[in-house]
């Protein structure tokens, strides 16, 4: 099985060869790597078209060639942990049992933009789209998936370690009982907030600043100016070219967003030296 699979990958390979002036996917799984180019994907016997009725990137319905995550998740467990990079720094690391998941519940489809038939630009007045990868949902109110969980221009995908092990300056301390709010709130951080920040020095994402280094924003910002931030970034600092999204009450409800700031609480006092370093595990 495993020459086969060897193989296999092999062919892949060579097959990605015939479009190597298109961009390429990169698939860490299991200590094995795969580049994918659009069109090899594409010839994938689980290829299909998927509706989206309303795409988070674009604002509205969209229609994709895509091939189920699964596809490309060789030898990956329900308990790892998937790791998905993109062109601007956005980093999103997703339990693989959303991603592995089936028939009814929320299905994870990674989109192909091909060179034929491009996607529109996400803004007026650029080109750029959200290809040439794109992990959308079908049915993502019945998987609980968040906005955050739809990362675009994806340029690698990867089995890595869970967060909290491969940084562990990001977690609670090992002291407080499973029950405790700071618990529920570093959960509601993963989620939604590791994707563009570093707490502690210590994350995948490059977008946003670190939430605790030199300072936790709990630390100079009234708790009810945070929670308005949180909800609503624009209605305290207007700015056109900011990035940070709305999290309303669909996304992080009222208990998760007071949960979120128990735990930016929490960290406040266990913040590390800023001239530290974030030291990590060999599963980076």
């Not at 956005?90 to 929320?106: D, I, K, N, R, T």
């Not at 300056?169 to 700071?182: H, K, Y």
């Not at 305290?236 to 979120?260: H, Q, Y």
Request: net charge positive.
């Amino acid at each position: 099985m495993r020459a086969r699979a060897a193989l296999g990958v092999v062919g892949i390979v060579l097959a990605c060869s015939a479009w190597a002036n298109e961009p390429a996917l990169t698939v860490t799984t299991g200590g094995d790597t795969v580049s994918y180019a659009p069109a090899a994907l594409l010839a994938l016997p689980a290829a299909t078209t998927i509706r989206i009725p309303a795409d988070v990137a674009y604002g509205h319905e969209m229609t994709f060639h895509a091939v189920p995550v699964a596809a490309v998740l060789s030898g990956v467990r329900a308990d790892d942990t998937i790791r998905f990079v993109t062109r601007d720094g956005f980093v999103a690391s997703l339990p693989a049992a959303a991603l592995l998941a089936g028939g009814a519940g929320a299905v994870a489809y990674l989109a192909i933009e091909s060179t034929e038939a491009p996607w529109p630009p996400l803004k007026a007045g650029d080109a750029a789209t959200a290809g040439p990868f794109y992990l959308v949902w079908q049915r993502p109110e019945r998987g609980a998936i968040v906005s955050e969980q739809w990362p675009y221009q994806i340029l690698r995908i990867e089995a890595v370690a869970p967060l909290a092990k491969r940084y562990p300056m990001l977690a609670p301390a090992s002291t407080l009982s499973a029950r405790d709010p700071a618990r529920r709130g570093f959960e509601v951080y993963v989620k939604n907030c590791s994707v563009c920040h570093t707490m502690n020095l210590g994350g995948d994402a490059t977008v946003g600043p670190d939430l605790n280094v030199p300072y936790s924003p709990t630390d100079y910002m009234r708790q009810d100016y945070l929670r308005r931030l949180i909800r609503d970034p624009q209605s305290l600092r207007k700015w056109s070219n900011a990035r940070m999204p709305a999290f309303g009450p669909n996304v992080i409800s009222d208990r998760e967003l007071t949960d979120l700031m128990t735990y930016l609480r929490h960290m406040a006092d266990r913040r590390v030296a800023a001239g530290a370093t974030s030291a990590t595990s060999a599963a980076k």
